[in-house]
């Protein structure tokens, strides 16, 4: 009985355990406490991005020079040319026929005057009546002419020719008129690439007209203008009837003499070329002082352009200097010791690399001195001694 009584007693304890096991079984799992949620401010609106505003550029800086004030002073000394010439031509059908003419002249049919006129501009250079301007305004060679000068006043006067050089296209006239507004001489070796200048001249025999540009080179050569060529190159709209004008810098001087154009079309296209003023000033002072220019030369002495294959016959090491291609007997060149075949590589120790570039050196060369030509001559160099002598090429 008390066996029945114990378990009984087990049983009951064993379901109490049970029961509280499976009590807490069934009990969900306590989670722990979510973590607190941390609020963040309301975002502030941002203010919207602009774009940075640029500086406002200075107008003054864009736009281009003034020129109101040179152009209004320069116009008074720059002048219409007009020039007719009387030339002789031959009435022979064979004038041109070389042949023909070495052997029975130029007289056999006898020959006729021709009159041609030519218009153009010049630059008043002194109070007193001297004008700049081209040979080919006034021409060359000719047995008469008439120029009529009109100034800026609407005056007329007629102008004597002192002398012209053909070498440079440059002549000077002298009217009997005083008190004249003249334009100032200028330094054309200070001149810049990119530097404004003005032409100023009677393109279409329209007066005073005033074109800008910049300089677009210095030292052009080998453009087929004339024998001395050193031009200065400009984008300034220059056309027929600017011959002769001027070329003005930004403080009103005389840097140039305008010329010529490189031109598909006859007119304007941004290439013009002007004879710099330190060479027309020197050219028109030997004009006033002695009626001619006076250059230095090599007597006896022709020259040639050194070609890639004269250069390959010759046995040449390259194409730079210029060939001598002829020397006179008992000339001084032949005296200095110069034969042809020899190539001259450079010119009182400056190198040489074209004809063009050592005529202008030797006709810039003193009179009277002694040059050092550096030649080639079968693939040594030799050092030569050579007399510079005078060459007066002005004509009247």
Known sequence: MFKRVALALVLIAAGFAAGRAATVRTTPAVLPAPAPVIEAPAPVPAEP??????ATPDVRSLAAPD????????????VNISSVQVVSQPNSPFADD??????FGDDVFG???????????????????????????VGTNVRTREVTVALADNREAPGTV???????????LKIDVTGLVSVPWGDSTRLRVGEWVLAIGSPFQLSRTVTAGIVSATGRANVGFADYEDFI???????????????????????????????????????????PSILARRVSDDLIKYGEVRRGTIAGLAIDRLTPQIAQAIGASGVRGVLVVQVRGNSQAYA??????????????????????????VADARIGST???TVSRNGRLVELKVPIVGSARGQQ
Request: net charge negative; no cysteine; glycine share 14%.
């Open 49 to 54: 991005m602009q774009a940075p505003v640029p």
């Open 67 to 78: 020129f109101t004030a040179i152009a209004s002073e320069a116009v008074k000394g720059v």
């Open 98 to 103: 070389p042949f023909f003419r070495y052997f």
């Open 111 to 137: 020959s006729r005057d021709r009159r041609s006129q030519s218009l153009g501009s010049g630059v008043i250079v002194s109070t007193d009546g001297y004008i700049v301007t081209n040979s080919h305004v």
């Open 162 to 172: 002192i002398g012209t050089d053909p070498v440079t296209d440059i002549a000077l």
């Open 233 to 275: 190159q400009t984008d300034a709209a220059i056309n027929p009837g600017n011959s002769g004008g001027a070329l003005i810098d930004t403080s009103g001087r005389l840097v140039g003499i305008n010329t010529g154009i490189f031109s598909q079309s006859g007119g304007y296209q941004g290439i013009g070329f002007a004879v």
């Open 336 to 361: 200095a010791g110069l034969s042809a075949g020899d190539v001259i590589t450079a010119f009182n120790g400056q190198a040489v690399d074209d004809p063009a570039q050592l005529f202008r050196m």
């Open 371 to 373: 040059a050092a030509l």
